[in-house]
C-alpha cells in the first residue's frame, strides 16, 4: 500500500508509479499536471501514432467504490476539453489520432483502461 499523509503528495507518487509503468509498456510521457482553464489532465503520453491523455485515480480501498468508477461524465467532459486545448495550442491537427485511458490504482495495483471512453464535446 502507498503510504503518504498528504493528497498532493500521494498524488504525485501514484502519478510517478504510473508514468513508470507507462514507460515500460512502450509510452512517452510528454507532459504530467497539464493544466489550463479548460480542465486538468493528470498524463499525455504517445502510444505509437495515439496521443494518450490518461486520468489517474487511487483508491486505498473499494469502500466508495472503485478508482475507475470516479471517472464520470463530467470528469471526462473537462477532460477532453483541456484534451481539445492541448490539440489547439501545439498546432495539433483535428485527425490526430488520440485516446483517452484511466489508470486506476488500487492500493498498489494497477489496472491500465486503454480507451475508457470517447471523446466528449
Known amino acids: 500500500m502507498i503510504k503518504e499523509s498528504n493528497k498532493r503528495k500521494l498524488g504525485a507518487k501514484v502519478e510517478q ?3 513508470e509503468y507507462l514507460n515500460t509498456h512502450g509510452f512517452t ?5 497539464y ?5 486538468e489532465i493528470d498524463i499525455i503520453a504517445k502510444d505509437q501514432e495515439y496521443y ?3 486520468e489517474v485515480k487511487y483508491r486505498n480501498n473499494t469502500k466508495y467504490g472503485t ?9 471526462q467532459r473537462r477532460i477532453c476539453n483541456a484534451a481539445q486545448y492541448y490539440l489547439y495550442s501545439h498546432r495539433l ?12 490504482v488500487l492500493e498498489n495495483k494497477i489496472t491500465y483502461y486503454k480507451n475508457a471512453f470517447e471523446f466528449i464535446i
Open 93 to 104: 491537427s483535428e485527425a490526430t489520432p488520440v485516446r483517452f485511458d484511466v489508470a486506476a
Open 17 to 19: 508509479l504510473v508514468s
Open 35 to 39: 493544466r489550463c482553464k479548460q480542465g
Open 52 to 54: 494518450v491523455f490518461i
Open 67 to 75: 478508482p475507475q468508477e470516479a471517472v464520470g461524465s463530467a470528469k
Open 29 to 33: 510521457i510528454l507532459e504530467m499536471n
